[in-house]
Structure formats: C-alpha cells, structure tokens
C-alpha cells in the first residue's frame, strides 16, 4: 500500500507531503491547480521518463520519494531480497531529477536503474489515465487488457520465450541450408589445401633441424680452414703453443728444486700442455669428421625454399605451417558433420515448434474462459453505467500455424453493441464519445479487481460522463476500495462523495510565485468541497444540503 508520497520542487509544487490511508481517497480540486501533479509524480517513481522541463522554475533539481508498506505483499519482498536490497516492512522509493537533464533512482537508499523501478513499480501501482479510452480502440492493447485480467503473465512470457527458441533455431538452420552450396565450395578449398600440405610431409621438428644443419654446411668450409689454422698456431712448429708451453716446463723444472715456490708455475704449465693437447685432438677429429656435402646443402637449399614458399602461400611463417594443417583439418571435419548438425538443427527446430503450439494451445484456451469472464463483467458494467442494451464481446480468433507470433495464435478483438437486435461490432466502428469512455471505465474497474496490484490510481476516468451514471462510477471505486487502495482524480461530485477518504489541490499565489498545496478534508469542509463542485456562482444553502446528503449517502449504505 503506498503510504507517503513527498514532492519537492516539480512543476508548481514547491514541498508537497501527502499521506494515503486504506480505501478509497479522492483527490479534487480546480483546473490547473495541480491534481495531475500527483500522478506524473507517481509516473516518475514507477520509471516513467523524465524531462527537465517539469523541474520548477529557478530550481536545479526537483525529487520525489514514495513510501510503501510491504509487510503484507510476498511477491515485493522477494523481490527486494532478490536483488539485494534491504526489506524491513517498507520500501523506499526516490526519483531525482536534475536541471541538466539526467535523473538518478533509488530504491531503499540504493541507486537503482529505471527499469527496476518499472520492475518493482508494477507490482505496487496502476495507473488508469483519463485517455485510456484511446488505447482501448488498438487490438493490441485489447490483448494485453484480456492477458492482464487474466492474469497470464507468466504463460505470456513462457509462450513467447518458446516463440524466440524456436525462431531463432529455424533462422539458423534455414542460413546453415543457404549456404550448402558455399559450404561444399569451401570443402573443395579445404582438401585442396590439407593435400597441399600433406605433401610438403614436414616433420614436427624438422624445420628448426633443418635450418640447423643447413647454416653448418653453408659454413664449413670456412670452419675447416679455421680449424687448420688453429691446429698450425698450437702445433706446427718449434714456436707453436705446444712446443713453447712445454719448453718452459722443461726449463723452470730444473730451478724448481731449488725453490719450491716455482713449483705451482711448472704445474700450471704442465696442466697447460695437457689441455692444449687434448685441445689438438679434439680439432683434429672434428676436423677430420666435418664433411663438405655439396649435394646435401643443394637439398637443404631446395627444401627450405619449398617450406617458406608454402609458408607464402598461406600467408604464415613457416614454423605456424603445423598449427595452420590443424586448423584446417578441424574446419573440414566441422563442414563434413554440417549434414549430421543440419539434422539435428532440424529435430530441434521440429520440437520447438511443437513446444512453442502446445503453449500456445494453452494460452488460447485460457483467454477463451477468460474472454467469456470479461465480455460477462465488462456487459454487467455497461448496464450499471447508463447503457441498459449495452453488450461487449470479446472475440478470440485462432491463427494458423504460419501466422504464430511471440503473444499466440490468437486475434483478440472487443466488439460492442450499444442497442437491442444488432450484432456486435468492431468498438472503433460502433462507440460514440460518451460510449467509448463507459465502456473503458467498465472494462478499467474489470481488470482492476482481478490485479493483484494493492494500489490503483484513476486519473479523471470518470470525464464524459455524469448524473446518475457518474454515482455509479463512484460506487464502483468505493467497492474496488475494499479490497485495494485506491485513488481517484476526479471532477465529478458524485464520484468524489463516495470517498472514504478527501484530498483538495489548491494554488495559493505567494511571494515568491504560485504553489501548490494540500488539504485533507472532513466533516463541513468536505461538505464545502462538494458543494463547490455541484456548480453554482456561490454555494446555497440548498446547494449545501445535497453535498451533506451525497457525503451522508456512502456511509448510510456502509452501516
């Protein structure tokens, strides 16, 4: 039930505080006095866009806070606890909306992005405009009407994700048929390709052994005479390594006996001849077993350039030539299994239609009970509210199959009969005015008592009609209050009589500018109220009397 609703600094309203009790409240006042305030207000905090045209004049921002007591609603409080937010009985709801344009939400003190408000709204308020009735004549706005009397949200929401499943399953399988021509084209490329470079046979690591061995006998020859003349400096002659380390050797030996510090100079020197001969050794065999392969380097050569040539070709170095094989291969066994998936895709495109038609089949046939149930009520409503030969049909057509949509197989249509012995009709091609805004009442209080909503706004529905009728309306209100808070915009006193509840609008001209204020009525001053409504240059005496027997008149039929 909403609670409190403050305003701060939107339109003409400078600081508005209204508190909202249980039943029914009606809420009066001149034109222009800022009654429609009230709801574009509670539009905003249910995620309604904003415009920085409603912030008033030499304000930079205006804000809005609603107050909600949530202790007896299970499906908002988990909700709440759903998308973390704190729930301790209340829910806080605020709008911010600022001079530059941009707005911020908040949800128990939490910023919160519009759509969880629209998501949170939903369950707490409804709002009937006062133009309503020109959404009634749209067949898809009719359908919604039937769906939400129902209360088919979610058989709605399972038929249409069915519908998507099964769309989006067909697309893929119709463009993975298309291309069944490209598809062999690029197999064709395919086998080609992996032909080409499985002949090349390049081994796992040969391209890096290869290279190897290639740069040895590219260069060898000028390793061998390398090798030769180092050999020739260690070992050719009297004044090579050898011959001169070990004639030092020889010559400190003798000296060494008599003194031993020479000895670790003759043994470093000894060491040296030792590992410069085995230095020779070494060169020598690696010398003699170094080989100048012509005919092997010429293969070499003429095997790298096929490895880079096809590495080229493919547009990749030659060491990624065994991951692009791999590649290719797994893109080949993808398009051969393209039949096997093809059929699958089909299987799965055959069992979502039938998904997708068992559901459907079920919504049609709750909207069949449910179109009987309102047409019945919607009649009932036209009779009580002046149109006594007044009927509403609403007519569920089945579609074929091939005309399915994400909200059925069926076209919902209201047809109406305003006079006895002529069949219903199209409502655009029937309803006058005056009709059309009792039936759209009729059907608003309809679908209103089936909501599981706890709050109902009706924003001046009641215009185009009065009299007797307008008592009715008013009595109808007065009922959905028993069961839902309700509040009610209205012009028409013998709607605002039936209030349990009285909230006047009025603007007072002030220092600074015009506002807007407040009162909640009772007793005389309610009485007042209605008498000024009931019309008249100045409030009689009698004119006083029948307000106090219209107010007196609700509570008479409650006791």
Known sequence: MLQQINIKDLAIVSRLEVTLHPGMTVLTGETGAGKSILVDALGLILGDRADNGMIRTGCERAEITAIFDTQTLPTVKNWLVENALDDDG????????????????????????????????????????????????????????????????????Q???????????????????????????????????????????????????ITQEHTLLSNSGRIIEQCNAALSYLDDDEQAALSLISRAHHDLLEFAALDKGL???CELLDSAAIQVSEALSALRHYAD????????????????????????????KPEELHELVQQLQIELDALDN???????????????????????????????????????QVSQGMLSLGMPHGRLVVEVETLTADKASAQGLDRIEFLVTANPGHPPRPLAKVASGGELSRISLAIQVATASCTQVPTLIFDEVDVGIGGG??????????????????????????????????????????????????????????????????????????????????VSRPQAVAS
């Open 90 to 157: 209340q829910c806080i709801m605020r709008r911010v909306l600022m001079k530059n344009g941009s707005s911020r939400a908040y949800i128990n003190g939490t910023p919160a992005p519009l759509k969880s408000l629209q998501e949170l709204g939903e369950q707490l308020v409804d709002i009937h405009g006062q133009h309503a009735h020109q959404s009634l004549l749209r067949r898809n706005h009719q359908r919604q009407l039937l769906d939400e009397f129902a209360a088919h949200g979610p058989l709605c929401h």
């Open 159 to 209: 038929t249409a994700s069915s519908f998507q499943a099964w769309h989006e399953t067909e697309q893929k399988f119709t463009t993975l048929k298309d291309q069944a021509k490209e598809r062999g084209d690029r197999i064709d490329l395919l086998r080609y390709q992996l032909t080409e470079l499985t002949h090349l046979r390049l081994g796992e690591n040969e391209l890096e052994e």
């Open 263 to 265: 000895n670790e100079a």
């Open 289 to 316: 077993n170094l080989e100048l392969d012509p005919n092997r380097l010429d293969y070499l050569d003429r095997r790298l350039r096929e490895i880079h040539d096809i590495a080229r070709k493919y547009r990749c």
């Open 338 to 376: 393209a039949d096997s998936h093809l059929a699958d895709l089909e299987q799965q495109v055959n069992q979502l239609r039938q998904t997708y038609l068992e559901q459907a089949k079920a919504l049609t046939q709750s909207r069949l009970k449910a179109a009987k149930k309102l047409s019945q």
């Open 469 to 550: 009728t307008a008592e009715i309306v008013g009595r109808m209100l007065r009922e959905l209050g028993t069961k839902q808070q309700v509040l009610s915009v209205t012009h028409l006193p013998q709607v605002a009589s039936q209030g349990n509840h009285h909230l006047r609008v009025e603007k007072e001209t002030q220092g600074d500018g015009i506002h807007t204020a407040l009162a909640e009525l009772a007793g005389d001053a309610r009485i007042e109220e209605i008498a000024r409504m009931l019309g008249g240059v100045e409030i009689t005496a009698q004119t006083l009397a029948h307000a106090r027997e219209m």
